[in-house]
Structures are given as structure tokens and as C-alpha cells.
């Protein structure tokens, strides 16, 4: 089992703490890291992907300090998908998605049947395999997205790391991603991403709520105790409610007398 810990880790970026004594960890399924701008979540998240160098503390993957992991041993133990693409608008789809096969072959190294196995499906469970000989500079906001996961797929690693993996992307194709996180974490991956949309973070197994680059709490998405701490850390602006079975989040307005942290009942005379 994939196990990320972080022991006491500082990030200072010029003259701003990112983090401050962070310690956490995370296991198997699927974890979501939500939090106001400037929580430190990318921060966090990049360090966890060897990508974030930090100053004071320790951070293992399955025991194993990442400091003494080389590129290529990071790149094959874990999969990242950033905020922004950046590969080359010149490349097709399925070239693209087939750069998240080099660290296992090699700069230099044929494709295996294997290779191109993890290709294909990671294009047809990206939803981007209609597409692949199109260019990327050919392909939309939301298709561009969609590549950029399925590169990250494609490389078969124990632990998927994304930042912000709904951008760009609409409601039908956001919740299209759910289903795949969980199906992923269902599989044994460890998914660990950082949401913007809370009510998509609240359909993760586990969440970990950050403010002023710390780790304020975390816990199972189900958790009333939870969903307290996601209000507070917005300064109670919002309120956890449960509808159809799933557990949301809407803004709260200011002033008014709402229930909170359980389900709203249906007024009498409304009952669907």
C-alpha cells in the first residue's frame, strides 16, 4: 500500500512561509487537499511529488525519503497532472499521453505491447481516444485537460498527484472525472488532489483541510466534525448539506438562520 508522510515540513517562497510544520498522512484511496487561496495546497501537493524543495522536516513515500529518490524512481512511483499543461501544441493526443510511458522504457526505448496497452486505455478512460491524431493546439480548454489525465494514467503509477484536475472541464466531464478517481482508488491507487470545488472534494474518501499553510484538520468526507472544520476555515461563508445522499456545499447568507451540518428536511407539502 502507497503511503505518503510528512513530518514537520517548511516551504518558504521568497518572503512568504508556504508552509509551516506540516505533518500528515495519507494512505489508500482517494484524498482531496482543499483550502482558502494561499492555503499552501499546491505547495503541499508539490512537495509530496518531489517537485517542491522544503527546508526544515522530512517527507517519505512508503518509508523511503523522497530526497534520496532519483527523477526516474519519483517518475515511476508516482503520477502528476499540474495546473497547466506544457507540452508542445505540435504533438498529437496519443504522442502526448505516450510521454507518460518514457520514465519505465527510457528517452530511447520501443514501445512494448505493454506500453501501448496503458495508452489506450488511459485514453479511453480519459474520454480522448476519438481524438488521437488531432494536435494539441487543435483541441479545447476542457480537451486539453482531458489528455493531460490520461498522460497521467498512462503511467501506471501507485500514487496519482493532480492539482486542480477540474479546470476547464464541464459539469458532465467534471463528474466523469469523480467516477474515475474512484474507480482508480477502488483499484489501489492512492489518489491524492487538490479541489477548488468543494462539493467535488466532499465525493473524495478523505480530506484535508489547510489554511494559512497549515493542516487545520482531516478526516473521511463523511464526518460532521469535518464539514464544521471546512466552514470554519471559510470563515463560515458556506455550510455542508446533504442532498440526494451526497453531501454538498452552498454559500451561506449572511444573516440567515440555517440549520447546519445535517441534512435541511423537506418542508411539509414538498415532499418529491
Not at 518531489?50 to 523522497?66: C, H, K, Y
Not at 483541441?139 to 498522460?151: D, T
Not at 470554519?232 to 448539506?241: G, K, L, Q
Amino acid at each position: 500500500m502507497t503511503a505518503i508522510r510528512l513530518d514537520a515540513v517548511d516551504v518558504t517562497l521568497g518572503a512568504t512561509q508556504a508552509l509551516k510544520q506540516v505533518s500528515l498522512e495519507i494512505g489508500a484511496g482517494w484524498t482531496s487537499i482543499v483550502g482558502p487561496n494561499g492555503a499552501g495546497k499546491s505547495t503541499l501537493l508539490r512537495v509530496v511529488a518531489g517537485l517542491q524543495d522544503f527546508g526544515r522536516g522530512e517527507a517519505r513515500l512508503d518509508g523511503r525519503p523522497l530526497r534520496s529518490m532519483s527523477h526516474r524512481e519519483r517518475a515511476m512511483a508516482m503520477a502528476w497532472l499540474s495546473q497547466q499543461g506544457e507540452s508542445s501544441g505540435e504533438l498529437t493526443v496519443r504522442e502526448i499521453v505516450q510521454l507518460g510511458r518514457l520514465a519505465r522504457r527510457g528517452l530511447f526505448g520501443a514501445a512494448t505491447p505493454e506500453d501501448d496497452a496503458k495508452v489506450e486505455r488511459a485514453m479511453a478512460e480519459a474520454g480522448c481516444a476519438p481524438w488521437g491524431e488531432r494536435r494539441l493546439h487543435e483541441l479545447s480548454g476542457g480537451e486539453r485537460q482531458r489528455v493531460y489525465l490520461a498522460r497521467a494514467l498512462a503511467v501506471g503509477a501507485p500514487l496519482l498527484l493532480l492539482d486542480e484536475p477540474t479546470t476547464h472541464l464541464d459539469p458532465q466531464h467534471q463528474m466523469s472525472l469523480v467516477r474515475l478517481l474512484r474507480r482508480e482508488a477502488a483499484r489501489g491507487t492512492a489518489v491524492v488532489s487538490v479541489m477548488h470545488d468543494l462539493s467535488l472534494a466532499l465525493m473524495a474518501d478523505r480530506l484535508v483541510l489547510m489554511q494559512g499553510g497549515q493542516v487545520r484538520a482531516s478526516g473521511g468526507t463523511q464526518d460532521p466534525d469535518i464539514h464544521r472544520a471546512l466552514a470554519t476555515i471559510f470563515d463560515d461563508a458556506i455550510r455542508v448539506v446533504r442532498v440526494e445522499g451526497q453531501w454538498i456545499v452552498v454559500p451561506r447568507p449572511d444573516g440567515a438562520s440555517i440549520p447546519s451540518w445535517r441534512e435541511t428536511p423537506t418542508p411539509k407539502g414538498d415532499r418529491r
